[in-house]
């Protein structure tokens, strides 16, 4: 028989929460732009995702007051803008990209500011905000999706070579990419 060995009930979300890492971004009611890390995220539906944040963060307080934000999935090569906007919260830096010293594009249809060059963007309306409010489980319908056309395979509808490039969320500092342990 196996041998196992006993954690604390707080690493189940190491266990089943080390998923793909996502930036959220948003844009504030009076127009400053952030950007955050995120590694607890899904698919809820197939024109839908899911995103869970902490209620405090600048990112919920902007999702609560436009009900928009974008779902970006960044590459390995993007590790430090990553690491950069996941470690500080917008409360302190006012707009995340400038902070960050990162030259935003903006999504096409919602109009938000974006890290540039990632690997694909989901532009989302919040669906379900009073769960939203209460849980910080962010639902958002896709308005529009976009993904760099080298890592798309139209022949079988998938991201195909775009998922050896994602980050997986390890702990604080670590990532796994293309089966590999990241430290930052």
């Known amino acids: 028989m196996a041998e196992y060995k006993t ?14 890492v996502v930036n959220v971004s948003t844009l504030s009611k009076d127009g400053v732009g952030d950007v955050m890390s995120a590694a607890w995220n899904t698919a809820y539906d197939s024109d839908m995702v899911l995103v869970v944040l902490d209620l405090g963060h600048t990112t919920t307080r902007n999702i609560k007051d436009t ?3 974008v779902v ?26 400038k902070w ?26 919040l669906e379900e905000p009073e769960v939203f409010k209460k849980t910080g489980v962010a ?13 798309w395979d139209d022949q079988s509808s998938s991201f195909g070579k ?4 994602a980050l997986h969320y390890v702990d604080e500092s670590t990532f796994y990419a293309d089966g590999k342990l990241i430290r930052q």
């Open 162 to 165: 775009g998922f050896v490039h």
């Open 139 to 151: 639902i958002g319908r896709a308005v529009n999706v976009y993904v760099r056309s080298d890592l």
């Open 67 to 69: 009900g928009k934000f």
């Open 7 to 20: 954690l604390i009930t707080r690493d189940v979300s190491r266990l089943v929460g080390g998923g793909q």
């Open 100 to 125: 960050a010293g990162i030259k935003p594009e903006i999504s096409p249809k919602l109009n938000i500011p974006v890290i540039p060059g990632e690997m694909a963007y989901i532009e989302s309306e």
């Open 72 to 97: 970006s999935i960044p590459s390995i090569e993007q590790i430090s803008e990553v690491y950069k906007v996941g470690s500080e919260h917008g409360r302190i830096t006012g707009d995340k990209f």
